[in-house]
């Protein structure tokens, strides 16, 4: 699996929508120049290989870690609207919009990255003396109306033909209407330690994984960009799972 150049390909026992491939990306943590490279080769891709209906996912984490949250934000602002690409709710966008109505928030929010998001707003920390309240003003002063309408689109699940979109995962034995929305942004263990048949083929991040990994009953496409700069997406037409 490492000829990635060669685009793998793998087989899945589930299936989409007849005439639709369906594009995902995983988690990208402020890496804009990866998101950049990957929006050019789906473009790229549909260009080479028409097909009737395309539907484009992100899986969430948008921002944080990396330095350009405020670039992605643009960035996927512009697919929404152009592409009617379907966004979701990571538990760094979670966090995010807590911190925006709560200024407490910003003690959970900086340990996962806070600060450099912050920093993509043009907001640095000048003195030692700044409160949360402070920073949070600021914040919501810096922060565009477009990526406030942008955060009012998240969704936290999207469901197409056999697969469901999550960021994190599902509560194994749970049905899906049922889900509780933190199981959807937060999960781990529970749900990567299950080996139960989920109602759908689950494709979700959340968890950095070396490589995307894949199992009878999900695929986890969190690739660590910030960390690693690959940023995975892949491609889904019938029961097919095509490496982008």
Not at 71 to 96: F, K, Q, S, Y
Not at 221 to 230: C, E, F, P, Q, S
Request: charged share 25%; proline share 5%; glycine share 6%.
């Amino acid at each position: 699996m490492h000829q990635m150049s060669a685009a793998p390909s793998r087989s899945v026992n589930a299936s989409a929508p007849a005439d639709t491939r369906i594009y995902a990306v995983g988690d990208i943590h402020g890496r804009a120049d990866l998101l950049s490279e990957i929006t050019a080769r789906i473009d790229d891709d549909i260009r080479r290989r028409p097909i009737a209906h395309t539907v484009e996912v992100y899986l969430g984490d948008y921002i944080d870690r990396g330095p350009h949250s405020r670039t992605v934000i643009d960035l996927l602002a512009v697919r929404l609207v152009a592409n009617r690409a379907v966004c979701l709710r990571g538990n760094h966008e979670a966090v995010m919009e807590g911190f925006r109505q709560d200024p407490t928030i910003l003690e959970y929010w900086l340990p996962l990255g806070g600060m450099q998001t912050l920093a993509s707003y043009g907001i640095e920390l000048h003195d030692e003396a700044e409160t949360a309240f402070d920073l949070h003003r600021r914040f919501l002063d810096a922060f565009p109306r477009a990526h406030e309408l942008f955060m009012q689109c998240l969704r936290n699940q999207f469901s197409c033909g056999d697969f469901l979109f999550v960021h994190a995962g599902i509560r194994p034995d749970i049905p899906i209407e049922q889900q509780d929305v933190n199981d959807l942004i937060w999960i781990r263990n529970e749900f990567l330690e299950s080996t139960h048949d989920h109602e759908r083929f689950i494709v979700h991040g959340h968890t950095p994984v070396p490589h995307p990994d894949i199992r009878h009953n999900r695929i986890n496409i969190d690739t660590g960009a910030w960390r690693t700069g690959t940023l995975t997406c892949i491609a889904i037409e019938g029961s097919t799972i095509l490496f982008l």
